[in-house]
């Protein structure tokens, strides 16, 4: 790299718009939008999708809800050619679907569109050439007037190929190429010189698309040009505005936003950013930061791994991990004060009387998109107590205490260090079982007891019971207020386990018949020490006498 890049590279120039207007707007509704999946998509693929995988990735599109989809490139071989037509043909587009097609400038590659969309009731043609400097000088060496002609004898074209084919409704979109490279005042002057062959009205507007075609500057700029076209186009009621911003710089979905609010009427795309060199704009990034605002897109992307799937399947491209929305690891915290934080979240909402969603981390709710919670929080070494307990609870359905979570997050944390990766479901509770149920290796398990009251029913009570200690079959007993106490005086006196009860809870585990109870105890020892014993059973009784000897297994 140059350690001045200046003698390269020159910043792209600021738009003279002193009043704009732009940056005190908000985006309130949805544009129309277009996919170009199946055509700038597909062009940017190793291995061009065959008839079958843009069969499978259109009628994705049109289950997404698109109702204009770029089908092609018609002039560009015969599996494009057959596919558009074989749409027609078999009646495969929607009422509500219009389709467009991709030509350049040249009359052989507009007849072959025309022909490629022969009786269909409803398209698009979109023409284009390029209108930048770099274009003029560098791959056409023409003058402006020589680009503009060139426009307007390919709209002359689409005028008399469309009267040719009456009976279909057909729809203009023309791109002045390289639109965000190009001179302002030139790319008005084609876009005029085109509208007046083809003469749109308020009723059948042209569609007027304005290309980043290689991203070159920051987005606000792109917002500035789109602004200042509006503004000087003339019959701008007979005119959609058209966004095909592209991701060279990494921000095409901003341009787009910023492009909306600068007057846009429209935004082209593809599923998942999907285009050539680093993409075009993202459709479900774009449509759900909308759905985050409270806008309905008109989009649904309520099962966003059927739509992750079927396009890794037709593009043989993977999806980052990361994503927006879509990638596999965006609704997941490994952290553990991001985990804290999203477990309070959602017990928050649980508690709340509303709808509104209002999850720290969590702009959209997971379930909107067919995600489930259980991916939420994942659990490796960077975890804490939050997770932990949020993964066992969604797992076990147990709901620990706060200073139980933090000993617990101790054993899982010593696991998870150990074994250098990260833990599921099934390795935490492995974890939970060895720490705090009670079982044959440990001092204490429970055979069976009972509890004998005093005469009235009152204190004080006495607890008997049969236990396995050190791996003996041997009977304790001891008296208390209640069964904890009668428990602890027990394991005191017959057996040298001192414990005082600091902290108790118990809830139920499901619910019905084949419910169960959970029942936590925190207890002090003798040496003033902090352990922590669990009980779960049938019996919310026997259930807290499992608790204290599991208590006992940790002095």
Not at 328 to 333: D, K, N, Q, S
């Amino acid at each position: 790299m140059l350690r001045d890049p200046s003698v390269k590279y020159r910043p792209f120039p600021q738009i003279d718009l002193p009043n704009r207007e732009w940056p005190s707007r908000t985006i309130m509704q949805p544009p129309r939008w277009l996919s170009t999946d199946l055509r700038d998509g597909n062009q940017a693929l190793i291995d061009p999708m065959d008839a079958e995988k843009k069969t499978r990735l259109f009628d994705l599109l049109v289950k997404v809800g698109l109702k204009e989809i770029e089908v092609g490139f018609p002039s560009a071989g015969a599996t494009e050619f057959d596919f558009i037509s074989g749409l027609v043909k078999n009646d495969r587009i929607p009422d509500d679907v219009m389709i467009q097609v991709l030509t350049q400038s040249r009359r052989d590659l507009i007849e072959t569109s025309f022909a490629s969309l022969r009786g269909a009731p409803k398209a698009i043609v979109h023409l284009y050439n390029a209108v930048s400097p770099a274009w003029r000088k560098i791959v056409f060496g023409m003058t402006r007037d020589e680009v503009r002609q060139i426009a307007v004898e390919g709209a002359m074209i689409l005028r008399d190929q469309a009267a040719a084919q009456p009976d279909t409704d057909w729809h203009f979109e023309y791109s002045p190429e390289t639109f965000s490279t190009a001179e302002l005042d030139f790319s008005v002057e084609v876009c005029e010189a085109v509208m007046e062959i083809l003469r749109p009205t308020p009723d059948h507007p042209i569609i007027l698309n304005l290309p980043a075609t290689v991203e070159c500057a920051t987005p606000n700029i792109y917002a500035d040009q789109i602004e200042w076209f509006g503004k000087n186009i003339r019959n701008r009621d007979s005119i959609v505005i058209s966004l095909h911003p592209h991701n060279d710089r990494g921000t095409g979905v901003a341009a787009a936003e910023l492009g909306l609010m600068a007057g846009a009427d429209r935004v082209e795309g593809c599923l998942l950013g999907n285009g050539e060199r680093t993409g075009n704009c993202d459709l479900v990034t774009v449509a759900l930061n909308m759905y985050t605002q409270g806008i309905d897109p008109k989009l649904d992307f309520s099962d966003i791994d059927e739509i992750v799937s079927t396009v890794n399947y037709c593009t043989n491209l993977p999806v980052h991990p990361r994503t927006p929305y879509a990638g596999e690891l965006v609704f997941t915290a490994f952290s553990g004060s991001h985990q804290d934080a999203i477990k309070k979240g959602f017990a928050a909402q649980a508690a709340r009387n509303d709808e509104l969603w209002e999850v720290p981390y969590l702009p959209i709710d997971p379930a909107d998109l067919g995600r489930s919670y259980e991916a939420v929080i994942r659990v490796n070494s960077q975890s804490g107590k939050g997770g932990v307990a949020w993964v066992i609870e969604q797992d076990k359905g147990l709901k620990l205490p706060k200073r139980l979570q933090a000993d617990f997050s101790r054993h899982v944390q010593a696991y998870a260090d150990e074994t250098s990766r990260e833990l599921n479901a099934a390795d935490i509770w492995q974890v939970f079982d060895a720490a705090y149920l009670p079982s044959g290796r440990d001092r204490f398990a429970l055979i069976d007891y009972q509890e004998n009251h005093a005469p009235g029913g009152g204190p004080p009570r006495t607890f008997v019971g049969r236990v396995r200690l050190d791996g003996e079959e041997r009977s304790i007993s001891g008296r208390g207020n209640g069964l904890i106490s009668g428990v602890l005086d027990a394991l005191r006196e017959d057996c040298g386990v001192d414990l005082d009860v600091i902290d108790y809870n118990e809830h139920a585990i499901g619910v019905g018949a084949q419910a169960q109870a959970a029942a936590y105890l925190e207890c002090r020892t003798a040496d003033g020490r902090m352990v922590f014993g669990v009980g779960i059973d049938v019996d919310v009784a026997t259930a807290t006498v499992r608790a204290a000897l599991s208590a006992a297994n940790a002095v």
